[in-house]
């Protein structure tokens, strides 16, 4: 069964990496997705043990993004936090994938 891993794949590759009022919520909903696909991978044998600890990841990686749209934020600082919360999003479902 490839498919949870297809299905990384295909988030994976959406991943955008520049900070855009589009873009936040792009990657919102790649982390929804993505821990819905986690849930899925959870309910099968072969994941179940090895699944829990990629679900640690989505709440700092959400903050981070959150912080990344603060108002307050000069651009340069949004820049930089998004693309560390989409690195991170990015080592997580690479990580995944390797299952």
Partial sequence: MNEPKEQLKELFDRIPRRHTAENVKE???LLDAYEDLLKTMETD?????QVPRFFEALD?????IKKSND????KKTKDVLFDEASGALKDTME???QL
């Fill in 45 to 49: 044998a072969r994941y179940e043990k």
């Fill in 27 to 29: 990657i919102y909903s």
């Fill in 95 to 97: 990580e995944a994938m």
């Fill in 71 to 74: 108002n307050k934020a000069s």
């Fill in 60 to 64: 700092p990686i959400r903050a981070t």
